[in-house]
């Protein structure tokens, strides 16, 4: 079971969601939703902290860049998840760990499969070095 945190703008996260999930509910996967008012309030520092607590992947679900009601929100938060992989892989925990997709609606499915893809990627890699320790 992998470990995801999925920060997304309010206008793209599904109604019916509300979080706790059961790992059911998530394909199997232990998930956290952290809704935003837009992507671009999103920091590196913010993607990076939940590492800390050695959870396997983040996974950032923005507006299609030509939707965003703040206007930059998804270029801003594409170059902030290309300066997490950045970090990340200097460290050695690799640099496919945090993932951006652009949802077109607040459609359940595309969530699903993003965070498949995500799991699926970090599967790929070692175990977080920091998996199971408390980190603080």
């Known amino acids: 079971m992998s470990e995801i945190y999925v920060f997304a703008c309010r206008r793209r996260v599904p109604d019916a969601w509300r979080p706790p999930f059961t790992p059911e509910e998530a394909r199997g996967h232990k998930v956290r939703l952290i809704r935003l008012p837009c992507s671009a309030k999103l920091s590196t520092v913010h993607m990076l902290r939940p ?50 997709r652009q949802a077109q609606g607040t459609d359940e499915a595309s969530f699903l499969d993003a965070i498949e893809e995500l799991a699926a990627r970090t599967r790929q890699l070692e175990p977080s070095p920091v998996k199971g320790k408390s980190a603080r």
């Open 51 to 100: 590492f800390e607590e050695g959870i396997d992947g983040v996974l950032v679900m923005t507006c299609p860049e030509n939707g965003c009601a703040s206007l930059e929100g998804s270029r801003r938060a594409a170059m902030r998840v290309r300066e997490a992989n950045n970090v990340l892989d200097e460290i050695g925990l690799g640099s496919t760990r945090v993932m951006m």
